[in-house]
Nanobody
Framework: QVQLVESGGGLVQAGGSLRLSCAAS????????VGWFRQAPGKEREFVAA??????????NVADSVKGRFTISRDNAKNTVYLQMNSLKPEDTAVYYC???????????????WGQGTQVTVSS
């Protein structure tokens, strides 16, 4: 059974940084895509970033709303994917979910496992 556990969320002031982690059990990320989505209260869930890799080559994409501020990366040895979030804004406040699936995609439905989420709150 695949389990994803997110960590690293919290409360930060605008302009600050956080690094989210997604650790997996039951699946080795290599050969799969890993992504991050977020959902703010009263809003639809939205794609944030995704990464996939083969050997030492990786591919990633991020949403336009976070481009230049958020970076997705992975640590194969730890079977963990990270989301580095810099220059945070109040509109980044949301629950952030880690997902994994067979290919990178911007649609939640393309992924087959997801975590419980971690809250990120950015104060103004």
């Amino acid at each position: 059974q695949v389990q994803l556990v997110e960590s690293g969320g919290g409360l930060v002031q605008a302009g600050g940084s956080l690094r989210l982690s997604c650790a997996a059990s039951g699946r080795t990320f290599s050969g799969y895509a890993v992504g991050w989505f977020r959902q703010a209260p009263g809003k639809e869930r939205e794609f944030v970033a995704a990464i996939s890799w083969s050997g030492s080559t990786s591919w990633s994409n991020v949403a336009d709303s976070v481009k230049g501020r958020f970076t997705i990366s992975r640590d194969n040895a730890k079977n963990t994917v990270y989301l580095q979030m810099n220059s945070l804004k109040p509109e980044d406040t949301a629950v952030y979910y880690c997902v994994t699936g067979p290919r990178r995609a911007t649609s939640w439905e393309e992924y087959d496992y997801w975590g419980q989420g971690t809250q990120v709150t950015v104060s103004s």
